[in-house]
């Protein structure tokens, strides 16, 4: 989870791997009933051959709690270290399961961050899954706020949606990331309320230096009764397509392109440059989480995702984990 930018719809699913075609053959005969067969014949090699069923992992995110939330493979962040104010604690407690409001029986995932401008009065909170998602399409349904629960509003708070793998050192050329990030309150030389899609390539940290193809939203999305957004990220043939509640709005590639796996993550911390002024009573922010899935090597379009969202909730599916780790399986960090 970087922070700071570089200055720098198929009716189908769809297989990113080709999918084999049937081929019809016919046998020469003068027979009616071979010529019968032949027509059988050419008849099923033109019929559509459906993709495959991906491998799936979907959360509803309908745990008791969070120590049942990290059985099922999250982690809770406790490294300290980037992003967010130096000094800053990565609070595991900052993660919550809470009731929906909305749906009786349906529960959400929280995030909880608050600050009072210095980093000992900071917890910011991250939660991660396995390294294990590549190509395909990544979805999540979140929830974003305008404002704090409590305090001053008007801190340089970051809400966001990623996946990302390690950075190993300074333009790690298999670093790879695609982070959604929402400031409220702007951020990074801007005052603007701006939900940034962001393609990574490689970046050194200090002194900042980026290589990434971005495209930002210039709204407010956080606002009651209009605060929750789907997202999703199509990545496939070298090319990353991002879409905000079933609308297309950017799309990138080139050396930007993720080239290992990487993990899914949600954060929610504070930019170290424009934090309200110190002391007094600390502001609190949340992000909630409905749903999140990864369809591993396939392309599936908005509508296409919500339909399948439903249909599992429909026959009470809250958690599927097919997606296979590689081999041999890769570390999984909670600390970026």
Known sequence: ?????????????????????????????????????????????????????????????????????????????????????????????????????????????????????????????????QRKYLAGTYAARVRFSDQPVSGADGDPVIQTFYAVSPLRFDFDPEFSELDWEYLPNGGWGSDKTRLYGITWQTVRLDPWLAFNQQHEEFAALGQPGHDWHTLVMQVADGRTQWFVDGRQVTEHGGRNYPVVPMSINFNLWFSPNGPLATGGTPRVYEQDVDWVLHAKDTVLSPAQIEARVAQWRLKGVARLDQVRPPVPALENRCDF
């Open 1 to 129: 989870m970087l922070g700071i930018p570089a200055l720098d719809a198929p009716a189908q699913a769809t297989a990113i791997q080709a999918t084999p075609t049937q081929a019809g053959s016919t046998q020469a005969g003068s027979t009616q009933a071979g010529s019968t067969q032949a027509r059988s014949t050419q008849a099923r090699s033109t019929q559509t051959v459906a993709p495959p069923e991906p491998e799936w992992f979907f959360d509803d995110f309908t745990y008791a709690d969070t120590a049942a939330l990290q059985q099922a493979g999250w982690q809770l962040r406790s490294a300290h270290g980037h992003p967010g104010i130096p000094g800053a604690r990565w609070n595991p407690d900052g993660a919550q399961m809470v009731d929906d409001p909305t749906r009786p029986g349906k529960r959400l995932l929280r995030l909880h961050a608050q600050t009072d401008g210095t980093g000992p009065g900071t917890s910011q909170v991250q939660v991660c899954h």
